[in-house]
């Protein structure tokens, strides 16, 4: 089993819609970081995360820590949004443990 | 503010031959990592520097695989005698504190 658990593993979506992606880990952690990854392949930082809740234009990411999940939230999608996300934890040994990817398609 | 260089960015070459990539991270970034992605996986981490000192190389195939960040700046990923499996993304990140990171575009490689 993976320390860092990501689901749905795909998902699609029509334009205006609410997307949850959901990410469970099994470590203790120090942080837990969101990440953007387009077909590119460059990353690029969304959130991060130690504790409540953040808020940057359509996206929203929570967590909670005493059940070890941490949920990314994009209200009206747009097809710009598609790309793969990526939640990752900065374990106790200070180590960045990743998630697989949720890979997210918008359609007009 | 300039964000982590890499290249290059597309590489093919054949089994057995060798390739090298090169980071250059955000100015005054201490700590540079090199990360292997896999189609349809997540980052896996080869090696962590900080500074020019090594703190992380506990995954990285050092049968073929090397790194070095001679000045504690840029650094170079080589892979010698390179194996089809080796085809991926590699990333470069950096990071000046323990909850930022940073990443490059990637450099992808293709063995064949």
């Known amino acids: 089993k993976n320390e860092v658990e990501q689901s749905p593993q795909n998902l699609t979506a029509q334009e205006g819609e609410f997307i949850t992606i959901n990410c469970s880990y099994s470590?203790?952690?120090?942080?837990l970081h969101w990440l953007q990854q387009h077909p590119g392949g460059g990353i690029v930082s969304l959130f991060m995360l130690s504790s409540g809740k953040k808020k940057h234009g359509r996206l929203i990411a929570t967590i909670n820590i005493q059940e070890k999940h941490s949920s990314l939230h994009i209200t009206a999608s747009h097809p710009r949004d598609s790309a793969v996300y990526i939640c990752a934890v900065r374990g106790n040994t200070d180590k960045l443990i990743f998630g697989t990817g949720t890979r997210l398609q918008v359609f007009p | 503010e300039a964000g982590v260089a890499q290249s290059p960015r597309y590489k093919i070459i054949e089994k057995r031959q060798s390739v090298a990539f090169w980071c250059n991270p955000i100015s005054g970034h201490a700590t540079l990592y090199w990360y292997q992605q896999i189609l349809g996986q997540g980052p896996k981490l080869l090696i962590q520097?900080?500074?020019?000192?090594?703190?992380?190389d506990s995954q990285l195939p050092k049968d073929r695989f090397s790194a070095e960040r001679l000045k504690g700046v840029d650094s170079t990923l080589k892979i010698q005698p390179a194996k089809l499996e080796d085809s991926a993304v590699y990333l470069c990140?950096?990071?000046?504190?323990?909850?930022?990171?940073?990443f490059g575009e990637g450099s992808w490689l293709t063995v064949v």
């Open positions: 520097f900080q500074n020019n000192g090594v703190v992380d």
């Open positions: 470590v203790g952690i120090s942080a």
């Open positions: 990140a950096s990071s000046f504190g323990p909850n930022t990171i940073y």
